[in-house]
């Protein structure tokens, strides 16, 4: 039994991370055709405004970051945990966990980045702990945290790479004073991820919430729609976009992450009508007029195998909605060489042949360019319509 959970544990590395080059050496690596994709994504582009939404920072408290990850996640007596982890590692190029992990993810995460090729912004997430409605912490359903003075430090230490985005779950006791007190240190955005935070956006418990968050003039990015990577339980009904509508009435500004890409939700506005897939009830909510103004959508995970169809294939059929929306990578999801099948994406269309092996030698050096370069070459398989450019710059 050990060996074998073992060697799927191999497997799962190798199915996370294979780079074959440092990101430094990306110039000298690409064959003249991958060197002129890159060239034609940057094309277009304000470099003022150049921004993924969606970097994860993500540690186990090693130099005292304050970082976690549940210890389920290290013990075969959780296979498929110890798997997923194993995976995450290779792809966020840890080469040591149980020494420095923080600092690897972080040197990884900044060599990215500074060989990029292109002067973007780059959205680093805080991941708040799960709470019960009475503020409490729950600390058997908090599976990752990651603390907002740990992404703040590391936004003052490179301001002109990273933005800040803070994580303060509405039911915490100080969820108020903690708004204030990380918006006057620069922080505009805030994430969720309902369906691991145990947050319901509907409820009433939010009100005085959301009125400091449009006080501020803040952000919230919210994961909609199934969560896969962290566990959800009995809470993944939380992640119904349709939930968002007392914020969105309030007038908040709200981003809904992948925008609602997998599987389906109560169909609340209707009930009669049973489940939906929540990408349609997203692009319900994208349709009507009164939310033009404080509705986004992001892309991050739409070019994952499991999702070509819907969102990405729709989205590129509504090119009126390309004015809200924003870029993500979801890094380091984009470094899980199995999730993004560039083979799939070339079958279906929506690259040619050509470009996937140019794309491929991207990915084997820097995932986080891949991602993008990725999204600004790909097209519609029938019509040729691409993302506009507006979708890879910061509208706020």
């Not at 959970?5 to 690409?30: D, H, T, V, W």
């Not at 409605?133 to 992404?151: F, Q, S, W």
Request: glycine content about 6%; some cysteine.
């Amino acid at each position: 039994m050990t060996v074998f959970l073992s060697s799927c544990g191999f497997l799962y590395q190798k199915l996370g991370g294979n780079f074959k080059f440092a990101p430094e050496e990306l110039e000298i690596k690409l064959s003249p055709l991958a060197q002129e994709l890159v060239k034609e994504a940057f094309n277009n582009l304000d470099p003022k405004k150049a921004s993924d939404f969606h970097v994860h920072v993500v540690g186990l408290g090693h130099g005292n970051t304050g970082a976690y990850v549940s210890s389920e996640y290290f013990s075969w007596k959780h296979p498929f945990k110890k798997m997923r982890y194993s995976t995450y590692l290779s792809a966020a190029g840890i080469k040591t966990p149980d020494t420095n992990a923080d600092q690897q993810y972080l040197d990884r995460l900044r060599q990215l980045t500074k060989y990029f090729g292109f002067p973007s912004k780059f959205h680093i997430l805080a991941f708040d702990k799960h709470y019960r409605k009475d503020g409490t912490v729950n600390t058997m359903r908090t599976e990752i945290y990651t603390p907002n003075a740990y992404v703040m430090a590391i936004f003052k230490q490179y301001p002109n790479v990273f933005v800040p985005t803070i994580s303060v779950h509405p039911y915490r006791k100080d969820a108020l004073i903690t708004l204030e007190k990380y918006h006057k240190q620069g922080a505009k955005f805030i994430k969720w991820l309902p369906n691991s935070m145990g947050i319901d956006p509907s409820s009433s418990l939010l009100n005085s919430y959301y009125e400091k968050v449009k006080e501020l003039d803040m952000v919230i990015l919210s994961h909609v729609g199934y969560e896969a990577a962290v566990d959800g339980g009995e809470f993944q009904k939380l992640g119904n976009p349709l939930l968002f509508r007392k914020p969105l009435d309030l007038g908040v500004k709200i981003i809904m992450a992948h925008c609602a890409s997998l599987n389906e939700g109560l169909d609340l506005d209707h009930p009669e009508n049973g489940q939906v897939d929540n990408y349609q009830l997203f692009l319900r909510l994208m349709k009507e007029e009164k939310y033009k103004n404080n509705l986004w959508g992001e892309i991050s995970a739409i070019t994952q195998y499991n999702r070509l169809d819907s969102p990405l294939k729709s989205l590129l059929e509504h090119p009126e909605l390309h004015k809200r929306l924003v870029n993500g990578s979801d890094y380091p999801l984009p470094g899980i060489n199995f999730l993004v099948r560039s083979k799939n994406l070339f079958t279906l269309g929506y690259i040619t042949k050509e470009e996937r092996m140019a794309i491929n030698e991207i990915y084997a050096i820097n995932p986080l360019l891949f991602d993008f370069v990725l999204k600004r070459t790909l097209k519609h398989p029938k019509t040729k319509q691409k993302f506009a450019h507006t979708v890879f710059e910061n509208p706020f």
